[in-house]
């Protein structure tokens, strides 16, 4: 709970540092305990020491005006943009000067590619700041071109920030290729199995512990792993993006919010090898709207409860969504042995269209195949709302799964216009329930005469989870 707390207060605790940005408090608050060697050499340290600068009063060179804002060219730091040369030093210092400025932008132009490697652009920065990517950014191509000392776990890092903008006609390329050919990913071994060898491949975009963040219009494709993730984050508005990547591409998810509250995801494509959408742990107030997905694994809850943890996930809504050619559509994924809720779900209006698993709710997660313990515990599952769920599933998987936990039923399952057809080929198996309980409030197809009604009689005894 800690880290919520931590969160629930982040708008206040920024707001009031940012009174006072370069203050050796708000340095020793933000960077202590960073040991990450891309964080030494981000530009945060620098904005805080860097003098303070009027809006009035632009650096001497590099920045044009305009009457209202600032424009901090990538190229009037030195970047050359001609798609070798590594331009990282001129982002960071075109960065350092605009988040000095009110309402100003890092404009990276339409007619360049510009290699960054692995960079923390960090706040506190005056509000108003856009990251207006025109042109294309890419990292070093695959694991061998990554500095040995850069961090493999993140590339652009969005760190301690509040009212920030990143968009653009632009594209963010991951080359992530090499990186999903690693022999430690699935698949790359004999017989699906994977080999040893490092693992560790770079999120693309990561916000973390930021505020009252807008992410779009951008093109994001081809990450070597998650292409954005906003971690211990709040008031995130996501629109109008593109983000593509094979379907053979493992651990691609799209977007990836966890720790995260009040979140707006509207109008997106995306079509990858994992995720569509995934909700960690301590997410609450998504709302989901107009989304097209596939290839891919469709849109998660989940996975929660990894590890014996607590997680809590609550009124989160996908309204208005297609799932195309997808491993499962909609699907809520909890570890045996977790605990904590997951409540407050509704999807509506989602067209499937050839997916296996439509509708899965699977309390028996487990990544490593035949190491998982069976376990009592359990995340709570309640609340889960499917309205106007239609389109067609691939039958190799029954299209609705409920496979809730032994000890701790799955409550509040309601069903309205629920219409799923073979894409090809007859249905195999009928729908499964374990535990599950809840309303029909039409008759779906195909029936499912496994889902329990009313309440189990032992839910008195269910421990009120701590969310
Ligand atoms: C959020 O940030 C935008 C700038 O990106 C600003 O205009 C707006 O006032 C901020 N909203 C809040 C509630 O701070
Ligand atoms: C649920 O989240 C929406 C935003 O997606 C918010 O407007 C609404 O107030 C939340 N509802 C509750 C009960 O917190
Ligand atoms: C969803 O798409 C419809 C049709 O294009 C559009 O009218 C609506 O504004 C979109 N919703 C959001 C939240 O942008
Ligand atoms: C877990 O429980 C299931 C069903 O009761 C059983 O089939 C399975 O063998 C158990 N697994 C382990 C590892 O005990
Ligand atoms: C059942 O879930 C719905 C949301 O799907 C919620 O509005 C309702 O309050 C829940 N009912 C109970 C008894 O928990």
Not at 46 to 73: K, M, Q
Request: contains cysteine; glycine residues 10%; negative net charge.
């Amino acid at each position: 709970m800690g880290i919520l707390r931590a969160l629930f207060s982040l708008c206040v605790v920024t707001s009031f540092l940012s009174l006072g940005p370069r203050s050796s408090l708000g340095r020793s608050h933000f960077h202590k305990g960073k040991q990450s060697s891309a964080h030494r050499v981000n530009g945060g340290h620098r904005v805080v020491e860097s003098p303070v600068r009027s809006p009035a009063e632009p650096p001497a060179t590099g920045a044009s005006t305009s009457l209202d804002s600032c424009v901090f060219d990538v190229r009037s730091f030195g970047a050359v943009g001609d798609g070798s040369t590594d331009d990282t030093e001129a982002f960071r210092s075109a960065w350092r000067a605009a988040c000095s400025v009110e309402s100003a932008t890092v404009l990276v132009p339409s007619d360049g590619v510009f290699i960054l490697t692995s960079t923390i652009f960090s706040g506190p920065c005056e509000p108003g700041l856009v990251f207006q990517v025109d042109g294309v950014i890419m990292p070093p191509d695959g694991p061998d071109n990554w500095p040995e000392s850069d961090s493999k776990h993140q590339w652009l890092v969005f760190y301690q920030l509040e009212g920030m903008t990143l968009r653009g006609e632009g594209t963010i390329e991951g080359n992530g290729e090499d990186w999903w050919n690693l022999p430690c990913k699935p698949h790359r071994g004999p017989h699906g199995s994977t080999l040893p060898g490092p693992c560790d491949s770079p999120v693309l975009i990561r916000f973390f512990v930021s505020c009252n963040l807008t992410v779009k219009d951008l093109r994001i494709e081809n990450s070597p792993q998650f292409h954005i993730k906003f971690d211990a984050c709040e008031d995130v508005h996501i629109e109008g993006l593109s983000i593509s990547s094979p379907a053979f591409s493992p651990n691609t998810d799209g977007i990836h919010i966890e720790n995260t509250r009040s979140v707006t995801i509207y109008n997106n494509m995306i079509g990858n090898g994992d995720d569509c959408i995934s909700i960690g742990p301590g997410c609450s107030d998504v709302d989901i709207q107009n989304v097209t997905c596939g290839p891919g694994h469709g849109i998660s809850i989940g996975s929660l409860g990894m590890h014996n943890s607590q997680a809590c996930v609550s009124n989160v809504s996908v309204k208005n969504a297609v799932v195309r050619n997808s491993d499962n559509g909609v699907r809520i994924k909890t570890w045996q042995g977790g605990m904590g809720s997951v409540s407050g779900i509704s999807f509506d209006n989602v067209y499937m269209e050839n997916v296996r698993n439509c509708i899965i709710i699977d309390q028996y997660y487990c990544s490593n195949k035949g190491y998982c313990q069976n376990q009592s515990s359990a995340v709570y599952v309640s609340g889960v709302s499917y309205a106007n769920i239609k389109g067609t599933y691939d039958v190799r998987s029954p299209p609705i799964h409920f496979a809730c936990s032994d000890t701790l039923p799955c409550t509040n399952i309601t069903m309205f216009e629920v219409e799923l057809l073979p894409h090809e080929g007859e249905l195999v198996d009928d729908p499964f329930c374990w535990n599950a309980y809840g309303a029909m409030q039409t008759a779906t197809i195909p029936p499912i005469p496994c889902l329990q009604d009313g309440q189990p009689e032992s839910l008195q005894e269910i421990a009120s989870p701590d969310c």
